[in-house]
T-cell receptor, first 112, second 112 residues
């Protein structure tokens, strides 16, 4: 089955620790995206990548980092510099700029 | 910067009736795309319908249709013959220059 996988579904971390969220797609899509969703805020763009080894900051990139070493993978690291990391994180991919984005099931991150 | 506004946080509809969800956006771009996404309790984002700004004809997908008013920058979603499975959060989204901007969403409940 083609699709986007995110792991883990639930993630707990202690304050001050870095944590990496996984996102993998087998749709052969060029573009990949990371969003954060908070209650009442909708989805906000963290980072996006249009091709391998290239990525751009979104609207709320501070405290996050990404890499795009393979077309299929776009991991997101939430660093200790992110002041309020507890949120629901969604990964998406798209075959080109103006097609719809396909979303993964999301990861719920809770900082204890 | 582009903004997407969904002014109604919640709506309710009787099963089998019709409901319209409102969305306005602000942009200086002439070439863009508009989307409605559905997020059920599972939190999986599902594309409902898309509209290319250069097309004057309103998009339709089965029971879902849009009223796209480009000059007014309005993009409402009409759901006909509402079903219990339509209960979810609905997000209006705007895409230009490879970036997707979401509204804050509206929670739709369906009364049996």
């Amino acid at each position: 089955d083609g699709g986007i996988t995110q792991s883990p579904k639930y993630l707990f971390r202690k304050e001050g620790q870095n944590v990496t969220l996984s996102c993998e797609q087998n749709l052969n899509h060029d573009a990949m995206y990371w969003y954060r969703q908070d209650p009442g805020q909708g989805l906000r763009l963290i980072y996006y990548s249009q091709i391998v080894n290239d990525f751009q900051k979104g609207d709320i990139a501070e405290g996050y980092s990404v890499s795009r070493e393979k077309k299929e993978s776009f991991p997101l690291t939430v660093t200790s510099a992110q002041k309020n990391p507890t949120a629901f994180y969604l990964c998406a991919s798209s075959p080109d700029y103006y097609n719809e984005q396909f979303f993964g099931p999301g990861t719920r991150l809770t900082v204890l | 910067a582009q903004t997407v506004t969904q002014s109604q946080p919640e709506m309710s509809v009787q099963e089998a009736e019709t409901v319209t969800l409102s969305c306005t956006y602000d942009t200086s771009e002439s070439d863009y795309y508009l989307f409605w996404y559905k997020q059920p309790p599972s939190r999986q984002m599902i594309l409902v319908i898309r509209q290319e700004a250069y097309k004057q004809q309103n998009a339709t997908e089965n029971r879902f249709s849009v009223n796209f008013q480009k000059a007014a920058k309005s993009f409402s979603l009409k759901i006909s013959d509402s079903q219990l499975g339509d209960a979810a959060m609905y997000f209006c989204a705007y895409e230009a220059n490879s970036k997707l901007t979401f509204g804050k969403g509206i929670t739709l409940s369906v009364r049996p």
